[in-house]
Nanobody
Framework: QVRLVESGGGLVQPGGSLRLACTAS????????MGWFRQSPGKERVFVAA????????DYQDSVKGRFTISRDNAKNTLYLQMNSLTPDDTAVYYC?????????????????WGQGTPVTVSS
């Protein structure tokens, strides 16, 4: 069992930056492919980014490419999402997730463990 806890969300102005963190307990994150998803009110949870176990592979939703960076520190059992040039369209609750399959997965149903989410609001 892996327990995931997100942090770092908050209110930021358009054009600003935030860094989300997801800390794991229970098991080492090194055995999991990790992903970030987000969910806006009234909408489905959608893929944002994913990273392989060894951090050698990453994938991003087209709308965040060049602005968001996913990374991980397996020694600290922590996943990160650096978000730059934020826009109001990025407003959502952001979730981290762990997947025991070694391939990068874009679909939420492929992930085994989820955090509780951290809200991000981009507004002036």
């Amino acid at each position: 069992q892996v327990r995931l806890v997100e942090s770092g969300g908050g209110l930021v102005q358009p054009g600003g930056s935030l860094r989300l963190a997801c800390t794991a307990s229970g098991r080492s994150l090194s055995g999991y492919t990790m992903g970030w998803f987000r969910q806006s009110p009234g909408k489905e949870r959608v893929f944002v980014a994913a990273i392989s176990r060894g951090a050698d592979l990453t994938d991003y939703q087209d709308s965040v490419k060049g602005r968001f960076t996913i990374s991980r520190d397996n020694a600290k059992n922590t996943l990160y999402l650096q978000m730059n040039s934020l826009t109001p369209d990025d407003t959502a609750v952001y979730y981290c997730a762990a997947n025991s399959d070694p391939s990068l997965q874009l679909w939420a149903e492929e992930y085994d463990y989820w955090g509780q989410g951290t809200p991000v609001t981009v507004s002036s």
